[in-house]
């Protein structure tokens, strides 16, 4: 699987706080998320969360059908 860009993870991010009723993200966000992670040094853990990414934006893209 190919990790998103970051426009795209910071996109991904901001339709996730949307849908929770927040705010948008910072430009910055995804490289200070990035940085954060990296500094998690844990596969699974990243790979777990591109999936729960994934999925919300499947989900979220069903109730705008």
Do not use: H
């Not at 940085?35 to 919300?56: A, G, H, M, S, Y």
């Amino acid at each position: 699987m190919l990790l998103p860009s970051l426009s795209l993870l910071r996109d991904m991010a901001y339709s996730i706080c949307k849908a929770r009723g927040g705010v948008k993200v910072g430009i910055k966000w995804a490289n200070s998320f990035l940085e954060r992670r990296r500094l998690c040094d844990d596969p699974k853990f990243i790979q777990d969360w591109f999936t729960f990414v994934d999925n919300t934006i499947k989900k979220l893209a069903g109730k705008d059908a």
